[in-house]
């Protein structure tokens, strides 16, 4: 079974620059989260889909963030602009609905530094 | 609201030696937990978790977790380190959202292991 992949692995910006992330779920499952990961801290939930639906996005800045699954299978998470207090490694998950006790598998993460 | 407490940043153990990395937690009804590890440039792995039945959970790698009710702890042990255990470890809570009965996860701090050859 292949595993959730991510793409960049990294990436090097400059403030005020867009970048853009994104993520494919492993197969069947219908939750995707993307968490921010902060150096030190633990992953803070940014958005939740279940299937194509928002599930909880309330700690998505939304004034500079944007996410979409539109056909309920990948997800893209855009930031624009972007701020020096957004470096942080951008996690991916996903878990099916009724499997596996809602164990989350996720992705490598995507390494952004805003210089 | 849910939360989770790993006091310890860092726990230093020598190889072969049993270890245990912390966490608290503070719950309303039944708690969920998980502990999850994190190798450098890598996402976080699954390696157990509690739900209901013994207190004592058998995990990934030969780690173990024992949950303690009284104590509100939920404490990762292994009885004998290696130096590839050296990571990241985050203990999580699940927490139900009332409005509309979905699952978040809500992880600690996370505690840095070294184990030393």
């Known amino acids: 079974e292949a595993g959730v992949a991510q793409s960049p692995r990294y990436k090097i910006i400059e403030k005020r620059q867009s970048v853009a992330f994104w993520c494919n779920p492993i197969?069947?499952?219908?939750?995707l989260y993307w968490y921010q990961q902060i150096l030190g801290q633990g992953p803070k939930l940014l958005i939740q889909f279940q299937n194509n639906g928002v599930v909880d996005d309330s700690q998505l800045p939304k004034d500079r963030f944007s996410a979409e699954r539109l056909k309920g299978v990948d997800s893209t998470l855009k930031i624009q602009p972007a701020k020096l207090e957004d470096s942080a490694v951008y996690l991916c998950?996903?878990?099916?609905?009724?499997?596996?006790?809602?164990?989350?598998?996720f992705g490598a993460g995507t390494r952004l530094s805003v210089l | 609201a849910q939360s989770v407490a790993q006091p310890e940043d860092q726990v230093n153990v020598a190889e072969g030696n049993p270890l245990t990395v912390k966490c608290t937690y503070s719950v309303s009804g039944n708690p969920y937990l998980f502990w999850y590890v994190q190798y450098p440039n890598r996402g976080l792995q699954f390696l157990l978790k509690y739900i209901t039945g013994d207190n004592l959970v058998k995990g990934s790698y030969g780690f173990e977790a024992e949950f303690n009710k009284s104590q509100t702890s939920f404490h990762l042990k292994k009885p004998s380190a290696l130096v590839s255990d050296s990571a990241l470890y985050f203990c999580a809570v699940r927490d139900i959202r009332a409005t509309s009965g979905t699952y978040k996860y809500i992880f600690g701090t996370g505690t840095r292991l070294k184990v030393l050859a």
């Open positions: 197969s069947g499952h219908a939750t």
């Open positions: 998950a996903s878990s099916h609905l009724r499997q596996g006790g809602n164990i989350q598998y």
